[in-house]
């Protein structure tokens, strides 16, 4: 536990919001927490700065709803990806204070109320159909605590609405770019900007698109130098990066300051 976290429980139990065993519990928690079908690592937050986070795929409703029940338990922030629509119900019964977003198909549940935005991260999308790929980039560069804006539908086909809103992106610390098709508008901004950008290909595109190879491939191209790639439709890892990212630019800014 870090030493503002200590503190904050410290408080908590010293104005009887916690009680002295439940604080104990917390401060004595294994690091590996066994529910059978799943070993939740309670430590990923110290070590990682944010806890870990549920891929949902493939799994029961049970076996989600546990996972969120003992990160809760254990205070800590919950992050939940590619929610199917029955385990999103589910979770919405039993935890009805979370935020869910059925477009990027997240569940957040954070531990406390956000302090202010670390950072500022941009969400671009070539098209429409790139939403819910972006929209998962978004919710993640929220829960990992840094400031962000979503751009949508200013794909290279018309590039001047791209160039419009030009003034919104470039001060950004970091720039995400999720798109399909040909996955060209990487590039584009990474001519425009001074930062670094995180290319998300998705699989969006007709048969020669090859379920999102073909915008990877253009991607990994790239004749911009600050463009790097993440994995087909990976909105996730691709917030996640970007918020780790601008967080420690914004630090870097602060310290030169």
Known sequence: MKTGELRDLLHQVKVGEVAIDAAL???????VADLGY??????????CGFPEVIFCEGKQ????????????????????????????????REFPQ???????RTFWLPAQPPGPA?????????GTSDLPVAREAVVTV????????LLTDVGVAGIHR??????????????????????????????LVDCPVIAVPTSVGYGAAFGGLAP?????NSCSANVVVVNIDSGFKGGYVAALMARMARRKKQLAT
């Open 25 to 31: 519990e917390r401060l004595t928690s294994p690091p």
């Open 38 to 47: 799943a070993q939740v690592d309670l430590h990923r937050r110290d070590r």
């Open 61 to 92: 409703l049970e076996w989600v709803a546990g996972v969120v029940r003992k990160l809760n338990e254990s205070g800590q922030d919950c992050l939940a990806t590619r929610v199917t629509a029955e385990q999103a119900e589910g979770l919405a």
């Open 98 to 104: 979370a935020e869910q977003d059925r477009v990027a």
């Open 118 to 126: 670390v950072g500022t991260v941009v969400v671009i999308t070539a």
């Open 142 to 149: 929220k829960a990992l605590g840094s400031g962000v804006t």
């Open 162 to 191: 791209l160039l419009r809103h030009q003034d919104q992106f470039a001060g950004a610390d970091v720039i995400v770019v999720v798109a399909g098709m040909d996955g060209a508008l990487p590039s584009v901004v990474g001519g």
């Open 216 to 220: 990877l491939l253009t991607m990994l």
